[in-house]
């Protein structure tokens, strides 16, 4: 005895509709794993809009104070004397911050800067708070030289500490790039390496 089975048209279509939803619910997840940027976009645009009354983490003293501090520092010029660079670095940082700079970076990058006859600004853009202990924190931030060098590639991230002294904000240390890989590994982590040694 032969069964015939009969389907609808709007069983057909229910069951076409179905694949399809499903398709595109498997392409978004598998474009949101292969792009994390992304989905920080879409997490922060719902984020938004959900509550809009917040100030973006971005422009808190904190995170201002870490782009003042590496805007100062990646401001580099051949022609001035390495202890205006200094002072200009040192006028953004903790006491600790300072003599780290003075003795780990001032000597690295002056070497770098009179090789290659620096002369470069910067913009500098935080991108997320990375950890908080209260008054020290942790951001990532973007920073892009106006005028890189040979062989220097023009944006970068950088991972800086910053510190809460008598109530204002200051650069403690910026992180070097194993200790940054190290503490916030990810998979979107993406810092590059630079000629002047990013701590």
Not at 75 to 92: G, I, S
Not at 126 to 148: H, N
Not at 167 to 186: C, K, P, S, V, Y
Request: aromatic content about 6%; some cysteine.
């Amino acid at each position: 005895m032969k069964r015939e089975i009969q389907i609808s048209h709007r069983t057909i279509k229910t069951i076409i509709l179905l694949i399809v939803v499903i398709a595109l619910i498997g392409g978004g997840i598998l474009l949101l794993f292969r792009d994390q940027a992304l989905l920080s976009r879409i997490i922060a645009r719902i984020e938004g809009t959900i509550l809009p009354t917040q100030s973006a983490p971005q422009s808190g003293p904190d995170a201002q104070a870490a782009v003042k501090s590496l805007t100062a520092f990646y401001t580099l010029d051949y022609t001035e004397p390495v202890d205006q660079w200094q002072t200009r670095v040192c006028a953004q940082t903790t006491p600790d911050g300072c003599q780290l700079i003075q003795a780990l970076f001032a000597p690295a990058v002056r070497k770098v800067v009179d090789a290659n006859q620096v002369k470069t600004g910067c913009s500098v853009q935080a991108v997320r708070l990375v950890e908080d202990k209260g008054d020290t924190r942790t951001w990532l931030l973007k920073v892009t030289l106006d005028k890189p060098w040979p062989g220097e590639i023009p944006t970068m991230q950088v991972y800086a500490e910053v510190a809460r002294v008598n109530g204002t904000w200051l650069l403690n240390r910026i992180l070097f790039e194993q200790e940054a890989a190290d503490r916030f590994a990810t998979p979107a982590l993406n810092i590059i390496e630079t000629t002047i040694p990013t701590p």
